[in-house]
């Protein structure tokens, strides 16, 4: 009975604070930012989608962290998964059945399909939904589709997790090329007064590399997970 009254109790309390929370929520938050990006995203960014003038213009620290966080991520997987069996390649963890016709027939004609359109939401990421990360995630599950269609294929681990570090450093070294062009940090290196078309080279430069660095750090994940499952 004690705990029962004792729930009551607290669920009553937490129902208080949510009431308090949204009686307060027209005072702390209102459509300042909004109207801001709306009337001066284009203009400053080059990007007609408002997401990616966000995360890759005034907020670029944030997806600096994220892709750091994926780094991170990603070796953390490496380092757990480390086994004594020395292979170069990954197969599917139901290697040892064999992979129906039909299920590779279709997965060789959705390869290249799914490819193109990881690299279209890639490069077209300014000017419609997508960006680097959705592309790049598309881009990996294109790749490995390749699993299923044929399980000798071979990746080198190693080479991969490089080029993502060396990807995430070209990524930190354009991030403050914007020091010396606009005297800030973590912006587009683009002059404020320049074309809307040079600005949204920035923007299609840095979706590239983003892009580049998830579908590698996906595909990275993808196969220790392939490994640890065999």
């Known amino acids: 009975m004690i705990k029962r009254l004792s729930l009551v109790l607290l669920l009553g309390f937490v129902l208080y604070l949510f009431i308090i929370s949204i009686a307060t929520l027209p005072d702390v938050y209102n459509a300042s930012g909004k109207l801001f990006f709306r009337d001066n995203g284009f203009s400053d960014t080059g990007s007609m989608n408002l997401v990616t003038a966000i995360y890759l213009d005034y907020r670029l620290f944030d997806s600096l962290f994220e892709a750091g966080i994926l780094l991170i991520a990603v070796s953390g997987v490496m380092w757990i998964s480390q086994h004594n069996i020395k292979e170069k390649n990954a197969n599917f963890m139901l290697d040892k059945q064999k992979t129906p016709e039909l299920f590779i027939t279709f ?12 690299m279209y939401v890639v490069i077209n990421g300014h000017i419609s939904p997508g960006g680097g990360f959705q592309g790049g995630a598309i881009i990996a599950t294109a790749i490995l589709i390749l699993y299923y269609i044929d399980i000798s294929k071979t990746i080198e681990v190693n080479r991969i997790l490089t080029i993502e570090k060396f990807l995430f450093l070209i990524l930190l070294a354009i991030s403050f090329v914007s020091v010396l062009t606009r005297g800030e940090l973590f912006t587009n290196f683009m002059p404020l007064d320049s074309s809307v078309e040079l600005k949204q080279i920035y923007l299609i430069l840095l979706n590239i590399i983003i892009g580049a660095k998830v579908s590698l750090g996906l595909i990275a994940i993808f196969t220790a997970f392939l490994k640890e499952g065999r």
Do not use: E, H, Q
């Not at 060789?108 to 359109?117: A, G, I, S, T, W």
């Open 107 to 118: 997965s060789r004609l959705l390869y290249p399909v799914m490819l193109l359109f990881g």
